[in-house]
């Protein structure tokens, strides 16, 4: 199986199962001298980790992260940066009828299809535990990019949970949201929604066009994650209803979403990300442990991933020109 590896300069190779005894992540590219700010890592990966409410999937894991090389004194080597978290919560017997009977809207079958020999066992590696590997590489791609510049800042939030508008930009979900959400887990219903994500104080000059422009980095490392239905940057598909002296002329930075010719401007950078509602429903989210709806748990993902490629675009910038 290939195609393991994201990024151009700030690299990282994911591997693991949901049910193996460890995900990881190798991540190549990081200069010598950054700090390690290992506050933020376990931030981060608090966020994401499962069983942190009630809303969310019961299976209990600490996701503690090993740091096997890369780091001497608090600082990043300019080596292979290798980091481990041992699964510890696997209930393998959950998925036994799965190995031979798909469940709906899953990945089963098609990976069976594919590679004729695959782990069932929660999904194994298509199951969404594996972005905590992206948690992991995005909070190093963080931890260099703010020890450039602390102004830069990646705020991911729910724009909608189902036909749900959210009004204001925050962490944390409304309470009556919350509630659907319990309700929906205990009924076997689950929800789609719509992540909204900004980056301030970008750094202009990020991008490389052709082929690697930064919004078409940006989009790929978004639909790579797994139940995403769509991406929009800036007036999205808002914007094709627009004349073309309204969607130029007014509230450019708005419209663009802080790119232009696949070049950042130095503007905020708006962008939203579709997801379709989670696979797991009835008597299967019943007695499995899933999610009802992803979005809380795909927040720190997402602002995770963008500073990835924040890293990876500035690492770039450094030989665009003598």
């Known amino acids: 199986m290939a195609a393991n590896t994201f990024g151009q300069r700030f690299q990282m190779m994911s591997f693991g199962e949901s049910h193996g005894p460890a995900y990881g992540v190798v991540i190549d590219g990081i200069p010598a001298g950054v700090r390690y700010d290992e506050a933020l890592l376990l931030k981060n990966l608090s966020r ?42 696997q209930r393998s017997t959950d998925y036994d009828k799965i190995q031979n009977e798909a469940r709906i809207g899953h990945a089963d079958d098609t990976w069976k299809n594919k590679f004729g020999h695959s782990d069932h066992r929660g999904g194994g590696r298509s199951s969404g535990r594996e972005t905590l590997n992206r948690v992991i590489a995005g909070s190093f791609a963080q931890m260099l990019m703010q020890q450039l510049s602390s102004n830069i800042q990646v705020f991911a939030y729910a724009k909608q949970i189902g036909n749900i508008q959210i009004e204001e930009a925050m962490h944390e979900l409304p309470k009556d949201i919350q509630a659907m959400l319990e309700k929906a887990k205990s009924e076997g219903e689950s929800y789609g929604g719509v992540v909204e994500c900004r980056i301030s104080q970008v750094p202009a000059n990020l991008g490389q066009p052709v082929f690697h422009k930064f919004k078409a980095d940006l989009a790929q490392a978004m639909m790579s994650l797994g139940a995403t239905t769509g991406f929009e940057l ?12 309204e969607f130029h002329e007014k509230m450019i930075s708005e419209n663009y979403g802080g790119i232009r010719g696949g070049i950042t401007t130095g503007e905020d950078i708006v962008f939203r990300v579709g997801f379709k509602p989670t696979s797991s429903i009835k008597d299967v989210a019943k007695k499995g442990r899933h999610d009802p709806c992803i979005i809380p748990r795909a927040i720190p993902v997402i602002e995770a991933i963008c500073w990835h490629v924040l890293a990876d675009h500035w690492l770039w910038s450094r030989t665009d020109r003598v």
């Open 48 to 89: 994401r980790k499962p069983g942190s409410s009630a809303f969310v999937t019961a299976r209990n894991e600490s996701d503690q992260p090993e740091i096997l090389s890369g780091f001497f004194e608090g600082k990043s080597l300019g080596t292979p940066i290798a980091v481990v978290v041992r699964n510890e919560n």
């Open 234 to 245: 800036g007036s999205g598909f808002e914007g094709t209803e627009m004349k073309g002296t």
